[in-house]
């Protein structure tokens, strides 16, 4: 950052135009009228100050006074209003503030799903920082929220780490004039203790035992349990998939997924297997509009969504604790894998999964409807087995 840029002899003897010091000192000659000022940012808005006439206010007393005012405005006050002897704290910008300025930054490129996510982990780990003037946190203040959480549950406290280093980045690209020391984030990783990054795969129900549980879920009465249910029966697609259809993404036996409720951002189509058609017929309302949720809260009148963890609370709370839902496409895998190898392709291609490198992907451009449907098939005759043998 330029500072003190001027010298003494240079500024008697400067020409029209505006000349830097630094630090938002400025020597301003226009005609005859020579004096300086003061540029800042304040508020989120860029604002110019004349602080002296030169020559009865010298270089050194100019530089005294852009000093008093960078301490004036850190502490929150409008260098106006100090000049001006009627100073009046101003509320200083905090790191929540700025995480939706940043949020609002980045909004047309995320997703609804990690804008959410982003949110709540901010909130849930960095809840003690939202409140606090950005400009003054501090590498103590940052570890303080961190280090709790560093090496239980590592891979989404590297997440927030970042995401609280992002918003702080772009408060200071956008008003660079508030920040004075360096940013609280630098050199944090190197505090804390070295942890493993590998991700530990979330619990999964093995495959061999899904019929007994899909028999015992079919008996649940929540609509949560409905969701599960076709989440199976679709060959595992994401709980966004589910939570987020629509009656008018139902035709026949496809359910044409739109692009905004995948994680890919590519619109696709799951083919429905009997079991399938026949869950949805069971469950469809009389009357229904274009945007009606098959899963609707029962709180809500059916207009508001499931929670995002409702399939995930009734499957811990209520039936079998410690696996996940997101386990349940591992089930599904290993069952493909174990049973029917020669039909990874598809599988691969049921999940949503990329397959094969850049070029190959650009080569490979099936959807393998047809091949899908038949798989679904057998794995809706797989989770019925229980059912069938009783």
């Given at each position: 950052m330029l500072k003190n840029a001027l010298s003494a002899k240079a500024v008697a003897s400067l020409r029209s135009g505006k000349h830097r010091d630094g630090?938002?000192?400025?020597?301003?000659?226009?005609?005859?009228?020579?004096?300086?000022?003061?540029?800042?940012?304040?508020?989120?808005?860029?604002?110019?100050?004349?602080?002296?006439?030169?020559?009865?206010?010298?270089?050194?007393?100019?530089?005294?006074k852009r000093a008093e005012l960078r301490e004036a405005k850190d502490r929150g006050l409008d260098p106006r209003a100090v000049l001006a002897g009627v100073a009046v704290p101003a509320k200083a910008i905090t790191l929540r503030q700025d995480a939706a300025t940043f949020v609002a930054h980045m909004r047309g490129q995320w997703k609804p799903a990690h804008l959410k996510e982003w949110q709540q982990s901010m909130e849930r780990i960095a809840g003690p920082l939202m409140d606090k003037p950005t400009s003054?946190?501090?590498?103590?203040?940052?570890?303080?929220?961190?280090?709790?959480?560093?090496?239980?549950?590592?891979?989404?406290?590297?997440?927030?780490?970042?995401?609280?280093?992002?918003?702080?980045?772009h408060a200071m690209a956008v008003d660079p004039g508030r920040f004075t020391g360096p940013p609280p984030c630098d050199n944090v990783l190197r505090v804390l203790p070295r942890v493993s990054a590998m991700v530990r795969p979330r619990p999964a129900m093995p495959w061999r035992d899904l019929p007994s549980f899909y028999a015992k879920?079919?008996?649940?009465?929540?609509?949560?349990?409905?969701?599960?249910?076709?989440?199976?029966?679709?060959?595992?697609?994401?709980?966004?998939?589910?939570?987020?259809?629509?009656?008018?993404?139902?035709?026949?036996?496809?359910?044409?997924?739109?692009?905004?409720?995948?994680?890919?951002?590519?619109?696709?189509?799951?083919?429905?297997?009997?079991?399938?058609?026949?869950?949805l017929d069971s469950i469809r309302p009389v009357q229904t509009s274009p945007g009606t949720l098959i899963f609707g809260s029962r709180r809500r009148g059916g207009s508001g969504r499931q929670t995002d963890d409702a399939m995930q609370t009734l499957l811990r709370a209520k039936m079998v604790p410690g696996y996940t839902v997101h386990g349940f496409r591992s089930s599904f895998m290993d069952w493909v894998a174990e049973v029917h190898p020669q039909?990874?392709?598809?599988?691969?291609?049921?999940?949503?999964?990329?397959?094969?490198?850049?070029?190959?992907?650009?080569?490979?451009?099936?959807?393998?409807?047809?091949?899908?449907?038949?798989?679904?098939?057998?794995?809706?005759?797989?989770?019925?087995?229980?059912?069938?043998?009783?």
């Open positions: 630090e938002g000192l400025q020597f301003e000659v226009k005609g005859g009228s020579r004096r300086w000022t003061f540029n800042y940012m304040f508020e989120g808005r860029q604002r110019e100050l004349a602080i002296g006439k030169y020559p009865a206010m010298s270089l050194a007393e100019a530089r005294a003054r946190l501090t590498q103590a203040d940052v570890l303080a929220v961190i280090k709790p959480v560093w090496e239980t549950t590592n891979e989404t406290a590297r997440r927030v780490l970042g995401r609280i280093e992002q918003t702080i980045d879920l079919r008996q649940r009465p929540e609509t949560a349990a409905r969701a599960l249910e076709l989440l199976l029966l679709t060959c595992c697609p994401r709980t966004s998939e589910v939570l987020w259809a629509t009656w008018s993404e139902i035709d026949g036996d496809r359910w044409n997924v739109p692009a905004a409720h995948m994680k890919s951002g590519v619109a696709r189509t799951i083919p429905l297997s009997t079991a399938a058609v026949t869950l039909r990874l392709l598809e599988a691969e291609r049921a999940l949503d999964h990329q397959i094969g490198n850049q070029v190959q992907r650009a080569y490979l451009r099936t959807d393998f409807l047809e091949q899908r449907r038949e798989l679904a098939e057998l794995w809706a005759r797989h989770l019925s087995s229980a059912t069938c043998a009783s």
